[in-house]
């Protein structure tokens, strides 16, 4: 019994290292162009198929996309994914996200996240410092749903802090971001080895 928790245990902490890896690795200009370009093609799809989303991302002070977050474990799990902040800034801004979650969690699985922040005190609370940035601590937040005809369902939409998350299929909104984590990244200059 103690072998078989010990193996469980230790495929947890792997699983745990090979999400949480890309935070500790150096974010460098090329993956910042590839993870803008990610967040141009998400936000296009989100737009195609969800209506009124081109509404609620036109009247958004600040666009935060995720176009891809991986979530795993056993029982215990950690997810992990790199984000682009498209609108708000100047320039874009790169994140890194992780969370630790627990419950009933068996395996891996993908999904995109588009964060609507509709307020500026939101987007200034969000873009400020260094520090690492939690939902639920820092900010409260709506989850976004699908109402008749897949249509966004409005009346979430007055909140400071907006999630979309999906997949596939659409649309997801049975998901909790409590304790979801944002730290800001810097893209470090590759250099040339001679």
């Not at 590839?34 to 967040?39: I, N, P, S």
């Not at 997810?79 to 627990?102: D, H, I």
């Not at 749903?145 to 999906?166: E, P, S």
């Given at each position: 019994?103690?072998?078989?928790?010990?193996?469980?245990?230790?495929?947890?902490?792997?699983?745990?290292?090979?999400?949480?890896?890309?935070?500790?690795?150096?974010?460098?200009?090329?993956?910042?162009?590839?993870?803008?370009?990610?967040?141009?093609?998400?936000?296009?799809?989100?737009?195609?198929?969800?209506?009124?989303?081109?509404?609620?991302?036109?009247?958004?002070?600040?666009?935060?996309?995720?176009?891809?977050?991986?979530?795993?474990?056993?029982?215990?799990?950690?997810?992990?994914?790199?984000?682009?902040?498209?609108?708000?800034?100047?320039?874009?801004?790169?994140?890194?996200?992780?969370?630790?979650?627990?419950?009933?969690?068996?395996?891996?699985?993908?999904?995109?996240?588009?964060?609507?922040?509709?307020?500026?005190?939101?987007?200034?609370?969000?873009?400020?410092?260094?520090?690492?940035?939690?939902?639920?601590?820092?900010?409260?937040?709506?989850?976004?749903?699908?109402?008749?005809?897949?249509?966004?369902?409005?009346?979430?939409?007055?909140?400071?802090?907006?999630?979309?998350?999906?997949?596939?299929?659409?649309?997801?909104?049975?998901?909790?971001?409590?304790?979801?984590?944002f730290k800001q990244l810097d893209v470090k200059e590759q250099s040339v080895g001679y």
């Amino acid at each position: 019994m103690f072998n078989r928790r010990m193996s469980v245990m230790s495929g947890v902490v792997a699983l745990g290292l090979a999400l949480s890896g890309q935070a500790m690795a150096k974010f460098t200009e090329q993956e910042a162009v590839k993870l803008e370009a990610d967040g141009k093609a998400t936000l296009a799809k989100f737009e195609a198929q969800t209506k009124g989303a081109d509404a609620v991302l036109a009247n958004a002070k600040g666009i935060l996309v995720c176009p891809s977050i991986t979530k795993g474990g056993f029982l215990v799990g950690l997810e992990s994914g790199e984000c682009v902040l498209t609108k708000g800034s100047a320039t874009p801004l790169y994140f890194g996200t992780s969370a630790l979650k627990a419950g009933f969690l068996a395996g891996i699985e993908n999904h995109a996240m588009i964060l609507v922040l509709n307020t500026d005190e939101a987007l200034a609370k969000f873009t400020s410092g260094k520090r690492e940035w939690e939902l639920g601590v820092d900010a409260s937040l709506a989850v976004a749903k699908l109402g008749a005809g897949a249509t966004i369902d409005t009346t979430n939409l007055k909140k400071a802090i907006v999630v979309f998350v999906f997949g596939e299929k659409g649309l997801i909104g049975d998901v909790s971001f409590q304790g979801s984590r944002f730290k800001q990244l810097d893209v470090k200059e590759q250099s040339v080895g001679y």
